[in-house]
């Protein structure tokens, strides 16, 4: 079994900067990838970055390529999501999963474990 405990959102405006952490517990969980999500109200989850089990590979959504940056400390078992020049589509509940098996990084579905989720509201 596999903990996960997002924290780090908040309010911020347009063109600020954020840093989202998750906190993930349990057994062998450095030997997961991660991921962190999005879902706006009215809309589906929507993938935002994934990093592999090493830290040595990322993968990023077109929307947020260039203003993000996932990263992980292993020691910590801690991931990390920054965003710089924060949008107002950047709006939505953010959430960070766990990916036992390291495939296909950009589907929810192939997530085994989920946190609760933090709003991050940017205002125009």
């Known amino acids: 079994q596999v903990q996960l405990v997002e924290s780090g959102g908040g309010l911020v405006q347009a063109g600020g900067s954020l840093t989202l952490s998750c906190a993930a517990s349990g057994r062998a969980v450095s030997s997961y990838a991660m991921g962190w999500f999005r879902q706006a109200p009215g809309k589906e989850r929507q993938f935002v970055a994934a990093?592999?089990?090493?830290?040595?590979?990322?993968y990023y959504a077109d929307s947020v390529k260039g203003r993000f940056t996932i990263s992980r400390d292993s020691a910590k078992n801690m991931v990390y999501l920054q965003m710089n020049s924060l949008k107002p589509e950047d709006t939505a509940v953010y959430y960070c999963?766990?990916?036992?098996?390291?495939?296909?990084?950009?589907?929810?579905?192939?997530?085994?474990?989920w946190g609760q989720g933090t709003q991050v509201t940017v205002s125009s």
């Open positions: 990093i592999n089990w090493s830290g040595g590979t990322t």
């Open positions: 999963a766990a990916n036992q098996g390291n495939i296909a990084l950009r589907a929810h579905q192939n997530y085994d474990y």
